[in-house]
């Protein structure tokens, strides 16, 4: 079962009252914890609930064409939430998968295709990659402040793909770069440190990787821009 602190909370956005009768039973049926189930028939209606009572999900079962995918209430919906937001189709429309598709949808199940544990899978995999999605903006957050409090160059470099993320206002103060982030290939490092420093400081860093006991390297050395 699913579990949230206070159990979950789902928004429906459902016009036709035996689809939003069969969806109701097979949430039911998913033993999911449900602190609250409110079902509105437009989009107007479902801004007006979010303002009121802050969904953990999001179902929609409208269609979607090219007139109603500019709706200025679903454009706002979709623009300042970050609710995970799921579009139910009545069958395998092309043109409704389309605009789902560009409008971000966490994901677009078929109504005639919906089971329960299909339902289930769905709802675990958009809240847990909702969850991650909130740490991850977390961290960058945090870096980035990092970034601009101090004048040295911030970087991760991830090894196994021989790139890395230069930021901070280092790159600009120290380096002479006028961008405050630069993605670039391991190479770009190498390439910049000066001739005589080259073999002392690629020597020291190659020793570390191969005694696998340091997690912490330190070296002073001559870059050029």
Known sequence: ???????LKVLLIENIPKDKDAFLQLLQECRIELAEFVSVENYDA???????STPDIIFSGLKIDEKSATDQSL??????????????SPNEDEENTFYSILLSSDDHLFKNELSAPFLKKSIQYCLE?????????????RFDLLAKA?????????LTKRRSV????????????SERTLNVDTDFWEKGLHPEDLRRVMDKL??????GRVNK???????RT
Request: glycine share 6%.
């Open 1 to 7: 079962m699913i579990r949230l602190q206070e159990g």
């Open 46 to 52: 479902a801004l007006v609930q979010i303002r009121n």
């Open 75 to 88: 454009q706002e919906l979709r623009s300042h939430t970050t609710i995970p937001f799921i579009t139910l």
């Open 129 to 141: 990659r909702n969850k991650k999605d909130a740490e991850l903006k977390e961290i960058i957050e």
């Open 150 to 158: 101090t004048n040295d160059i911030v970087w991760d470099w991830e």
């Open 166 to 177: 230069w930021m901070g206002n280092g790159l600009q103060t120290n380096l002479g770069y």
């Open 206 to 211: 190659e020793n570390i990787f191969k005694e």
């Open 217 to 223: 390297w330190e070296d002073e050395y001559r870059f």
